[in-house]
Nanobody, 125 residues
Framework: QVQLLESGGGLVQAGGSLSLSCAAS????????MAWFRQAPEKEREFVAA????????YYTNSVKDRFTISRDNAKKMVYLQMNNLKPEDTAVYHC??????????????????WGQGTQVTVSS
């Protein structure tokens, strides 16, 4: 089992930036796809961004394309989410996630083996 720990959330004004980090520990990391999901109050958890095992392929939900960038450092067992030009609708708890199956990129909740506890991102208008 892998453990995931997010950091870097906070309060920012619209148009600002935040950088989230996710530290992984436990089982093998480098051959698993990773992702960020978010959950706003009274809403379902939704996909935000994902990255394949070696960082060569990235995927984003339409609402964050050209604003967010996902990256990873396999040597450090870290995943990052750089968020620019933040909007109030980006307000949510952001969760780091690892795929159930090696080499698969997790883009749905059912694809995820483990979640981090989440970090709050609040964007004021």
């Amino acid at each position: 089992q892998v453990q995931l720990l997010e950091s870097g959330g906070g309060l920012v004004q619209a148009g600002g930036s935040l950088s989230l980090s996710c530290a992984a520990s436990g089982r093998a990391f480098s051959n698993y796809g990773m992702a960020w999901f978010r959950q706003a109050p009274e809403k379902e958890r939704e996909f935000v961004a994902a990255i394949n095992w070696n960082g060569g392929d990235t995927y984003y939900t339409n609402s964050v394309k050209d604003r967010f960038t996902i990256s990873r450092d396999n040597a450090k067992k870290m995943v990052y989410l750089q968020m620019n030009n933040l909007k109030p609708e980006d307000t949510a708890v952001y969760h780091c996630a690892i795929s159930r199956i090696p080499w698969i990129v997790p883009m749905m909740v059912a694809d995820v083996a483990s979640w981090g506890q989440g970090t709050q991102v609040t964007v004021s208008s």
